[in-house]
């Protein structure tokens, strides 16, 4: 419905610029609204790779975008994120590949589902949405670093697909230990909330006050809400709450939705519109193209913030050693 309404409701149309010499990696990136961040940023020029877990949906993501974009340069790379070791390996591996790192869009995810458990003993979601990319992010750091400091180059963005559903998040939430994490009490859209709450409180207080403000790195860090769009994810609402209500939920989502191409404008605004860098919005979330999002309280804790970091720390050093994780500082 939402799509339909979009002339008078919004969101607003939004299509990058030329990106061309410019590289993007986008997690997620052949299904759904990574689909179609992918699909834009190639079709602007830019150099796409996409990680999924299954090789058929990157196999069928290229054909589409190549079909539409004969020209586009486009890579598929699979990585559950689940796994930390494969994070480790599959995005070290890209750092040492690719020369440059312009854009990172960190866009997999699991939606409000039922509880259970990753690879490495870590609720899924909570292990999915925000550990495997925390990992992913530390590995890709350098070149990110590396690219902002090359002559002309504007300034390398990451950006996060978190939610207004961060406001699920378990109001006694304090990021204290694995045991809190895995607390198979919580329902799905707290397990959900969490984690949206984790990515805006990571980005602000982690990423952007740990490493880019304190090593004055010309990086740009971000989230953004994209609203309620019409993806297969939807379908997770009958696995989360079987019966009546799981179904339900999916027919409101659905009727009230947005298209998917829709639901890509706020990351594609914030991944390169000027007016983040004219604004100075670096930590910043947004719940449309040009609309500052009001997290909450809870998400405007730096000392919850600090917790989230330091446990995000602590878990995969747990789990891979100390080796885990690279520097973080210049």
């Known amino acids: 419905m939402q799509s339909v309404l979009a002339p008078l409701v919004g969101p607003k149309v939004c299509v990058p610029p030329s990106l061309s010499g410019r590289v993007a990696i986008v997690t997620g990136g052949a299904l759904g609204i990574g689909y179609e961040v992918s699909r834009a940023f190639a079709k602007a020029g830019a150099k796409v790779i996409m990680v999924n877990r299954k090789e058929e949906q990157g196999d069928e993501a290229i054909a589409k975008i190549k079909k539409e974009t004969p020209e586009a340069k486009i890579e598929w790379v699979g990585c559950d994120l689940g796994t930390l070791s494969e994070v480790k390996e599959v995005f070290s591996g890209l750092a040492k590949k690719e020369e440059r790192l312009d854009l990172l869009i960190l866009s997999a995810g699991i ?18 949405n925000w550990l495997g990319h925390f990992l992913a992010i530390n590995q890709l750091y350098p070149l990110l670093r590396k690219t902002s400091r090359s002559p ?3 300034a390398p963005r ?9 406001r699920f998040c378990p109001s006694n939430m ?22 949206k709450a984790a990515m805006i409180l990571g980005s602000k207080y982690g990423i952007f006050e740990k490493v880019i403000k304190k090593n004055k790195d010309n990086v740009y860090t971000l989230t953004v ?7 297969d994810m939807q379908a997770q609402w009958k696995d989360a709450y079987p019966g009546l209500t799981g179904k339900v939920a999916e027919a ?15 990351a594609i605004y914030a991944a390169t519109s000027e007016d983040i860098i004219k604004n100075n919005w670096n930590g910043s979330y ?10 909450t309280a809870q998400c405007s804790d730096p000392a919850l913030g600090a917790a989230l970091w330091e446990l995000s720390t602590r878990l995969v050093e747990e789990k891979l050693g100390k080796e885990g994780l690279i520097s973080w500082d210049a």
Do not use: C, W
């Open 286 to 295: 947004f719940t449309d193209p040009e609309t500052l999002g009001k997290e």
């Open 152 to 154: 002309g180059a504007p």
């Open 174 to 195: 304090h990021f204290g230990s694995l045991e809190e994490i895995n607390n198979d009490q919580l329902t799905p859209i707290e397990l959900y909330g969490r984690t």
């Open 252 to 266: 409101f989502a659905l009727f009230t939705g947005r298209d998917v191409e829709q639901g890509s404008y706020s």
């Open 158 to 166: 990451i950006v996060f697909e978190a939610s207004e559903m961060h």
């Open 225 to 231: 809400h994209p609203g309620a769009v019409n993806t």
């Open 111 to 128: 939606n409000s589902n039922q509880y259970g458990l990753d690879n490495d003993g870590i609720d899924r979601h909570f292990g999915v």
